[in-house]
């Protein structure tokens, strides 16, 4: 655990809160019979890197590619999240609704990526 201002239960917590998230059938990828496509679901590879994140781990172990369009995205994303204590409220939310942290507990998050 790298986030020194939280207690090892609320890191737990939040550990367990996003693997429930992420086993919840709901949330995961499904096939639209009407459309006959795909449909995305509500897990994003903007959690995956968070998570590694969070857990103290290098984002780098969520990809097969770091010089990937998607990951040069999402890792941009994060860090100008972190630069300027941006609240984007779509990116927050996702974590938010995944991991049940607070505003304060995802900005200390993304400052470790920063350094």
């Known amino acids: ?9 609320r890191y737990l ?3 367990a809160n996003f ?25 994003t ?3 995956f890197v968070f998570y590694a ?10 990809t097969h590619d770091v010089e990937s369009e998607t990951y040069q995205h999402t890792i ?8 300027s204590n941006n609240h984007e409220a779509y990116c927050r939310g996702l974590i938010r609704n995944a991991m049940g942290m607070t505003d304060d507990e995802i900005t ?3 400052k470790l990526l920063l350094k």
């Open 19 to 43: 693997k429930t998230f992420v086993n919840d059938k709901a949330n995961k990828p499904y096939f639209d019979e009407e459309d006959g496509t795909k449909m995305q679901g509500k897990i």
């Open 76 to 83: 941009g994303l994060l860090k100008s999240m972190a630069r």
């Open 45 to 47: 590879f903007l959690h």
């Open 1 to 9: 655990m790298k986030n020194t201002n939280m207690t090892k239960e």
């Open 13 to 15: 917590e939040i550990i």
């Open 108 to 110: 200390d998050t993304l």
């Open 53 to 62: 994140l969070f857990r103290g781990k290098k984002p780098e172990i969520t």
